[in-house]
């Protein structure tokens, strides 16, 4: 069974950093692009940040010199650091693993920044 649980969200105020984890069990890790996406209240699911089985990424323009995602194999482990935060960066963070038609989402964790 697959399982992808996030950790690291919280509240911080603008200017600030976080960097959210995302813990993956029952795949192959190494074989799967991953990214985060987040949503804000009132806003579609948007991509964040992507990093491709080979290492490749891509940002979103709004992130783009302030979040930063890798991923540690041998710790089947995401991550997203997250820095110089912004108030317009408030929403629901979640991690995605996809490999061909097999896609899977954590449970989301939440950040909040404050002005």
């Known amino acids: 069974q697959v399982q992808l649980v996030e950790s690291g969200g919280g509240s911080v105020q603008a200017g600030g950093s976080l960097r959210l984890s995302c813990a993956a069990s029952?795949?192959?890790?190494?074989?799967?692009?991953v990214g985060w996406f987040r949503q804000a209240p009132g806003n579609d699911r948007e991509l964040v940040a992507g990093?491709?089985?080979?290492?490749?990424?891509q940002y979103a323009d709004s992130v783009k010199g302030r979040f930063t995602i890798s991923r540690d194999i041998a710790k089947l482990t995401t991550y997203l650091q997250m820095n110089s935060l912004k108030t317009e960066d408030t929403a629901i963070y979640y991690c995605?693993?996809?490999?061909?038609?097999?896609?899977?989402w954590g449970q989301g964790t939440e950040v909040t920044v404050s002005s």
């Open positions: 990093l491709t089985n080979g290492g490749r990424t």
């Open positions: 029952g795949l192959t890790f190494r074989d799967y692009a």
């Open positions: 995605n693993h996809f490999f061909g038609l097999a896609t899977y």
